[in-house]
């Protein structure tokens, strides 16, 4: 999926949540679609086990409208965390213009965090993605739970974050943070437009 | 009774941005070059963007590269009231002449010319004479000249002609650097982030701008402590009018504190997304705005770049942009093939416009076959093949002449002589002579060149229909009479005469009426064409007519009768056309009767059959001549043209 297509004169970024189960990602999606007013956004696609578990992915998209005369969309999509759905996170990481990380800031999800950014970057290498090219930005979730359960955000870039990338603490079930991330890895995602990855 | 320059309102003083690098490029292009580049120049924008800046700062600018330039600042109010005063003591011209002393006038808010006619008109006269003598002239306005109310259309067009440009609301990151260099100006230092912070209200106004970053000073002199980027965002924000929406930047907020109650999240997002988006397409917009003063200023059309910012999209920039160079040096190319062409067409508008290529192919592709050889003499006729007798000599002798020495003996050579002798036979074997040379030979009729001259006025091709001729190496005009009448030809015709005699190219014309009786042609082209050698092509004699039909009837006969040449040779004709006449008419009865053309059947068609039945004896009149009756005249070429042989005929039979 190209990013900008001169021809239609349309801008569409492919943003996808990424992180380990029950990170948060569906309610990040699921605060944007509620603040999102309904011309501007088409039906929330959500597939989802009894639990609330994401069995294959959300999908969420938003019309911008027309900016500086590109009709300007956005496709906001999850993966399933949970490890067994690593061909459905594959399929959906395919041409995603940037990846939100959700962590889940407890201290015991920990190794959950770091395997799934891990098998992140797999999945990207896989692709033939460079890592280090993608716009990509960390949000560490859950940021309301008591203070003894959750690392700091400093403890969390320590551990994450070693790419010196955009952080955002948040609490995706009352929408602290989520705008805020959505709007760091949209202006990451938009920023491409000048250093050459507009093509037609 | 003029303002002075503001010592602060220097170029170096202005912070440059997309919204204003045009026209501070055109004011640094204005100071250097005073009254050669964009005269006049024109700009405009809301209040508060710089427009009194920038007239200043040209003005500073242009006395600093040469302190003899004399300029003048003057608000259109301050033009009035001179104008006024001038006027109460009587001296309205002498406040007009002293403008033409002046190097570089500039003058401030000129929308208040709406509705003031006799200021406008006043204004035009100063504009006009400051332009004939190369004087620069820079206005501003608040609006664009076609939205002055009642503005004079004439200055309108006059505004037009110079360069009309605006200044636009300064772009996120020259609000920064406004504030940035105000309060370095100031020697007031900020927080990181405040200056940032500011910036992002959408305060589109410099002067508002200056105002927040005043406040700003104000407010941290009044604390205790440096202010934060919020509270710096809360002191300005709560003084702005309610249009502007307050645009936060990305910037991570504490997952403690409550989601934004009551804040629209989505349309902050929207706003944040659109910034970020207009961002990178106005870098785009910048580097064609750029591209459009630069062709603009060589003298390009650059609706096609217009076109890209007008429709707020662009492709790829530099694609469009690389386009529109090939495009301009491919119309170079043509113009530089043109130039060797026609000259006079290199500056063809047709040229000039990148976004209509295929035009100026057209138009370079209709002057080279207007730089093609002109109609060319008819193959059929040869010099060598006209027959040289008593009567033509003179005539024939200079054709050969001509052709021999081209454009140095008889130049021009002019033909005269009555219809059907030979003139544009021997015109045309002159042209064939000269082409066999290598000569390109334009030989035409005076009525198709005048066609000719018609079609291409009516098509706007005046300048390819000149070229076709003024490339000709020779240039030959049959019947040059029937110009009589024709002003413009005749024109033309003394143009390219003058050019073709000038650089030594033959001409020869003929003419069925002598020179001196060449009535509606004028006289500085008649003495012209007497000025060459007139040579007359008179009735042809006997042994021209005899030479000229057994030559006609060798190619038709495979057995002549010498007789018959010599007879119908004999036979009165008033040109050569006739006499070859007659023998046509000879050969079509004998053609009709099936029998073979002999001098006998050409008397019988000629003169008649003969009379075998017994005339009645026709009385004598005491004049000796017998009177003529319905039988005794068969032939009328008897009546008309052989009298005197008939009437010795008949009074032999009558004896």
Known sequence: MSLVNFTAREITCKIVYYGPGRSGKTTNLQYVFGRVPESRRGRMVSLATHGDRTLFFDFLPIDLGSISGFTTKFQLYTVPGQSYYNATRKLVLQGADGVVFVADSQARRFDDNLESLQNLQENLLEQGVDVRELPIVLQYNKQDLPRDLVLSREALDEALNFRSVQSFPADALHGSGVFETLKGISESVLRRLAAGEASG | ?655
């Open chain 2, 1 to 655: 009774m003029t303002g002075a320059l503001n010592p602060q309102f220097r170029l170096e003083g202005l912070v440059v941005g997309a919204a204003n690098r045009l026209a501070v490029t055109a004011a640094r292009a204005v100071a250097e070059s005073p009254g050669a580049v964009y005269n006049p120049l024109f700009v405009y924008a809301r209040p508060g963007l710089g427009k009194t800046h920038l007239l200043n700062a040209i003005g500073h600018a242009a006395r600093a590269i040469d302190s003899r330039v004399a300029v003048e600042y003057l608000t259109l109010d301050e033009f009035v009231e001179a104008f006024h005063a001038a006027i109460a003591a009587g001296q309205g011209d002498s406040y007009r002449r002293r403008f033409l002393e002046v190097g570089v006038l500039l003058i401030d808010d000129v929308q208040f010319l709406a509705g003031r006619r006799e200021m406008q008109a006043e204004l035009l006269r100063v504009v006009d004479a400051m332009q004939a003598v190369g004087r620069q002239i820079v206005l501003t306005s608040d609006r664009p000249p076609s939205e002055i109310e009642s503005l004079d259309d004439r200055l309108v067009r006059r505004f037009g002609g110079g360069l009309v440009i605006d200044i636009a609301a300064p772009d996120y990151e020259t609000r920064v650097a406004i504030l940035r260099r105000r309060a370095e100006e100031r020697a007031v230092r900020f927080e990181a982030g405040v200056v940032e912070a500011v910036a992002e209200l959408e305060i589109d106004n410099v002067r508002e701008l200056i105002g927040a970053l005043n406040r700003l000073v104000a407010g941290q002199a009044a604390g205790d402590a440096p202010l934060t980027p919020a509270e710096a965002r809360a002191l300005i924000a709560k003084t702005l009018p309610a249009r502007a929406p307050v645009v936060t930047r990305a910037e991570p907020v504490a997952a403690a504190e409550p989601a934004s109650g009551g804040v629209d999240e989505f349309a902050d997002f929207l706003q944040e997304v659109s910034a970020t988006v207009t961002q990178q397409v106005e870098s785009w917009r910048a580097r064609i705005a750029e591209a459009i003063l630069r062709w603009e200023g060589e003298g390009y059309r650059v609706a096609r770049l217009q076109a890209l910012l007008d429709a707020d999209v662009t492709a790829d920039p530099a694609d469009e942009l690389r386009a529109f160079e090939a495009d301009v040096g491919r119309l170079r190319e043509l113009q530089d093939e043109l130039e060797a062409m026609a000259p006079d067409l290199a500056g063809a508008t047709a040229l000039r416009d990148p976004g209509n290529l295929g035009a100026a192919e057209a138009f370079v592709e209709r002057a080279r076959q207007g730089a093609a050889p002109p109609p060319a003499p008819s193959p059929h006729w040869n010099l060598a093949e006209f027959i040289e007798t008593a009567s033509n000599r003179m005539a024939v002798r200079a054709a050969r002449s001509v052709t021999e020495e081209p454009g140095t003996r008889y130049n021009p050579l002019v033909i005269t002589g009555a219809s059907g002798n030979g003139k544009t036979h021997l015109l045309h074997g002159i042209g064939n002579a000269l082409a066999a040379g290598g000569i390109t030979v334009a030989c035409i009729g005076a009525a198709e060149f005048v066609d000719e001259l018609i079609s291409a006025i009516d098509r706007d091709g005046v300048g390819l229909w000149r070229a076709r001729y003024r490339h000709a190496g020779a240039l030959l005009l049959d019947d040059v009479h029937l110009i009589a009448g024709k002003e413009r030809t005749q024109e033309e015709l003394f143009v390219l005469f003058n050019l073709m005699l000038d650089t030594g190219r033959q001409m020869v014309f003929t003419s069925a009426v002598p020179l001196a009786e060449l009535a509606g042609v004028e006289d500085r082209l008649r003495t012209r064409l007497e000025g060459g050698l007139v040579v007359d092509l008179p009735e042809p004699d006997r042994e021209l007519r005899e030479r000229a039909i057994e030559r006609l009837l060798s190619a038709r006969l495979e057995a002549v009768d010498p007789e018959f040449a010599a007879y119908v040779a004999g036979r009165p004709a008033e040109s050569m056309r006739a006499s070859l006449g007659l023998v046509q008419r000879v050969l079509n009865a004998a053609e009709t009767k099936q029998v073979h053309p002999t001098a006998a059947l050409a008397r019988e068609v000629l003169e008649g059959p003969v009379q075998r039945a017994p005339r009645k004896a026709v009385p004598v009149r005491p004049s000796g001549v017998a009177p003529s009756s319905a039988l005794g005249v068969r032939s009328r070429e008897k009546m008309v043209w052989e009298w005197p042989d008939i009437g010795a005929r008949i009074i032999e039979e009558w004896r």
